[in-house]
């Protein structure tokens, strides 16, 4: 059958990152979640399209994680 192997890697670090879909957009939450540093999510209508307050959900299992609001352009993203 089909199969994928991933070897791990090195330290990695959070970064600012751009959700392109909703699939993607989770998967960079999840990823967030196991790294370290802050990484910030931008483009999170994707996310938020697809999953009913999904912040408030990785919160009540303990994420440390939040919705930043920016004024000015009226940008949202997330921080894990």
Do not use: P
């Amino acid at each position: 059958g089909n199969t994928a192997r991933i070897m791990g890697g090195g330290d990695m670090h959070g970064a600012a990152v751009g959700a392109t879909d909703l699939r993607a957009g989770a998967a960079m939450i999840v990823a967030a979640l196991q790294i370290k540093g802050t990484t910030e999510i931008s483009s999170i209508q994707y996310i938020e399209r697809g999953y009913e307050d999904v912040v408030e959900k990785f919160k009540a299992l303990g994420a440390d994680i939040k919705k930043v609001y920016y004024t000015g352009d009226n940008e949202q993203e997330l921080r894990a």
